[in-house]
């Protein structure tokens, strides 16, 4: 029977194909104890095949029911679930844990089964512009499709010259985000602007943009020899 839509907290998220697929997630309710085991808690399949978001645990994600592989010939359904919900506004994570118990004092970050993804509360999300569409990692790697603007209360360095008109479209691809050293009160809700010469490494595909304030790495034949050098 297919059901509507509804809220759950990911309990575990499976990283390797040992009988389940990968990207699998077992899930508890939002209002409730946090379980001790995880191994018998429903599942859920990611809704999309070509687009893959896994959330973290504790991540709140919307699951619905939907036909399995063999629906026609058996009627069997199974739980898929969607990208995880912007509770905290963050790209880093946006982990909604249970209710503390007595002896805990304060919220740890809960990391998954391997241990390799940890909270970053410096990770701080992209600033938007009208019309932007952007994709962002939990790491500050992204990727904005924006185009040149003005008479915004935010500049930016692709939209300082004045003769040019807005709309010309331009590509933003980043990889590591500045250092950022303002506290918010809740983990990365400030929002920020790629920087060309602070970021950690990046592309600019301009339309007619001209980058302003932008730091050569070097210039002349001694850089390219040096780097030449450590190539080999």
């Not at 508890?28 to 959330?55: E, V």
């Not at 304060?106 to 241990?115: L, M, S």
């Not at 940890?118 to 994709?135: A, C, F, H, K």
């Amino acid at each position: 029977m297919l059901s509507t839509i509804r809220a759950v907290r990911v309990e575990k998220i499976i990283m390797s194909g040992s009988g389940h697929r990968i990207g699998d997630i077992k899930y508890s309710d939002i209002i409730g104890p946090k379980p001790i085991n995880t191994s018998q808690l429903p599942s859920a399949r990611p809704l999309f095949y070509n687009f893959s978001q896994y959330p973290t645990v504790n991540e709140i994600v919307f699951i619905l029911t939907a036909p399995k592989t063999n629906f026609n010939s058996t009627g069997h359904t199974i739980d898929y679930y969607l990208p995880p919900i912007n509770i905290h506004g963050s790209p880093n994570h946006n982990a909604l844990p249970g209710e503390l118990t007595a002896t805990e004092q304060h919220y740890r970050f809960e990391t998954g089964e391997r241990g390799y993804f940890t909270e970053n509360s410096n990770i701080r999300p992209l600033l938007p512009y009208e019309g932007d569409v952007m994709v962002e990692g939990r790491q500050g790697n992204s990727i904005r499709f924006g185009a040149t603007i003005q008479g915004s209360h935010q500049p930016n360095n692709w939209s300082t010259d004045t003769s040019q008109s807005i709309g010309h479209p331009i590509i933003i691809i980043r990889n590591g985000q500045k250092n950022v050293t303002e506290k918010d009160e809740i983990l990365g809700t400030k929002h920020i602007l790629e920087d060309i010469n602070t970021d950690h490494s990046s592309i600019y595909l301009c339309s007619k943009q001209q980058i302003s304030n932008f730091q050569k790495a070097g210039v002349g034949f001694k850089d390219y020899e040096l780097s030449y050098k450590h190539m080999l």
